[in-house]
């Protein structure tokens, strides 16, 4: 539909007589009999090639071979995708707000009958399994929902002047044009969050895709054309990766240009965050993460090992609030480990186009090595592993390690992997203590069955989200989500995305003449 995401025929007549050629051409996959998905730029309503006809490819991490075929935009690209995000924005912003809570609804609508169409596209790009394209599917309409919410909530207030006959106001506007640069790990999730609520408040948008899941990204815009979405309130721009620092720049330094919404690791937000401050453009920054689950002696173990499968394992490990770090009390750790490690055991990692195993593979074979790595440094450094899990390429089974001491890379390194660490705590400031040792500080969890024990913990964890007798892993569109120190700043949703993606403005009328000095 609309020229975008057109998946190529199995076979057609002329593979068999081209057969031979294609054999020794790695430039056709398609002749092989691949699932591959084309893709354009979307830029002002239009499917539109890349200057000069360049695409790139997206290997399937799993099988090698071509998941998607994409246009690779340059600069001059991605400048036009800004100018016509500009153009569009003077009549989006003056739209009724319920007109444009009607359009996002229609969204949300046809954003779930996708689910067939992302779980295919993740897995082929991405090695997830099924039902995580279906999960980010359903949690994708979710905050499209939630956004289409907000769009009467934009509101200000009236200040009291000093000057007699003067009437002043706060007024919120949206603010202009929105860069949205979202990854690849939660990729309908994180590519809608990127733009939704700016859009939602009278702003347009461009969606920068990731490099490594373009034709998942690109489907987002089909959604947003087959709603009937004006034309250029959301465009979405694909690109090589060794193309990314010039075509991000050249969309952050255009003048257009008024906030910059990214999500993705530290190393690559510091240098958003760089780019940025030089265009002084405020950007709104959800990092990495090295999220603990704190243990305290009376909990309801049974609730904290489940918890701990989930957060640690969910999707390989590969989300950014995954649970890298167990810190539990001394006196109850070994039982813990003994359930967590039987719960750990019996799940199956497992290829995703031909397994029905609770998880898939992870995002590339650099990962596998990373785990691996910092699982070999730490037994190198005394830590044992309960639980170590097998390796065939990208699909990695998961790994506990246990009695993790400060001077391990797995102490302080993201593994964004399917593995976890154990840590035991002496009591709660010294878990407080373990669970603050690290420069992240995204999400945490405390289990306790005494609520306010477990707040009073829960309150002194760096961090921007802690849940309580809850996973590490939790989201929901209307909650403020976003972290702190390395972990990033600013926050998502309801009205906190509100405050994120509008100006404040101070309007003042004078109901009566007024005295000046000269």
Not at 111 to 127: I, L, S, V
Not at 154 to 170: K, L
Not at 346 to 373: I, K, Q, Y
Request: proline content about 5%; overall charge negative; some cysteine.
């Amino acid at each position: 539909m609309f020229g975008l995401g057109k998946k190529t025929s199995k076979e057609r007549p002329e593979d068999k007589t081209e057969a031979k050629s294609a054999a020794a051409d790695d430039k056709r996959p398609e002749q092989r009999g691949e699932a591959m998905f084309e893709t354009k730029l979307l830029i002002g309503g239009q499917m539109v090639d890349a200057e000069g006809g360049a695409t790139f490819e997206r290997k399937d991490p799993v099988t090698g071979e071509v998941a998607s075929r994409a246009a690779a935009a340059t600069p001059k690209d991605a400048v036009k995708a800004v100018e016509n995000a500009y153009a569009a924005f003077g009549e989006w912003s003056a739209m009724g707000p319920n007109a444009r809570r009607a359009a996002l609804l229609k969204a949300a609508d046809i954003m779930k009958t996708k689910g067939p169409d992302w779980a295919e596209r993740c897995r082929a790009e991405t090695g997830s399994t099924a039902g995580w394209g279906h999960f980010n599917t359903a949690f994708a309409a979710a905050l499209l929902t939630e956004a289409a919410a907000i769009t009467s909530q934009v509101n200000g207030e009236v200040i009291p002047s000093d000057y007699a006959g003067t009437f002043s106001m706060a007024v919120r506007q949206p603010c202009g044009v929105v860069l949205g640069i979202a990854p690849w790990n939660a990729p309908v999730i994180l590519g809608v969050r990127s733009i939704a609520v700016p859009i939602a408040v009278g702003n347009t948008a461009i969606l920068k895709a990731s490099e490594i899941c373009p034709a998942t990204h690109m489907l987002i815009g089909e959604v947003f054309k087959e709603a009937g979405i004006p034309d250029g309130v959301l465009n979405v721009v694909t690109h090589k990766a060794e193309d990314a620092g010039e075509v991000v720049e050249a969309m952050i330094a255009h003048k257009a240009v008024r906030r910059v919404n990214f999500t993705g690791s530290t190393r690559v937000g510091k240098l958003i965050a760089q780019t940025s401050a030089k265009y002084l453009k405020p950007v709104v920054l959800e990092l990495g993460g090295k999220a603990p689950l704190v243990v305290l002696d009376d909990a309801d173990l049974d609730e904290a090992v489940n918890a701990a499968v989930f957060g640690a394992f969910m999707h390989q490990g590969q989300i950014c609030m995954s649970t890298e770090r167990i810190v539990a009390h001394k006196g109850i750790a070994d039982t813990f480990l003994e359930k967590f490690k039987a719960r750990t055991e019996g799940l199956g990692a497992g290829n995703p186009h031909t397994s029905d195993a609770p998880l898939g593979a992870v995002v590339d074979l650099e990962t596998a090595g990373r785990v691996n790595e910092l699982i070999e440094d730490a037994v190198a450094k005394g830590a044992s592993t309960p639980v170590r899990g097998a390796a065939d390429g990208t699909v990695v089974s998961p790994s506990i390690v246990d009695n993790v001491t400060q001077d391990m890379r797995i102490w302080r390194e993201e593994s964004f992997g399917p593995v976890v660490s154990m840590i035991r705590a002496n009591d709660d400031d010294h878990a407080v203590e373990l669970a603050n040792d690290t420069d992240y500080g995204l999400s945490a969890a405390v289990f306790s069955q005494d609520v306010s024990r477990a707040l009073a913990v829960a309150r002194r964890i760096d961090s921007g989200i802690c849940h309580i007798n809850s996973p590490t892993v939790q989201d929901e569109a209307q909650m403020p989500f976003g972290g702190v120190k390395d972990s990033g700043y600013g926050r998502f949703g309801g009205r906190y995305g509100i405050e994120a993606f509008t100006e404040t403005r101070w309007i003042s009328i004078a109901t009566k003449p007024r005295h000046y000095p000269i």
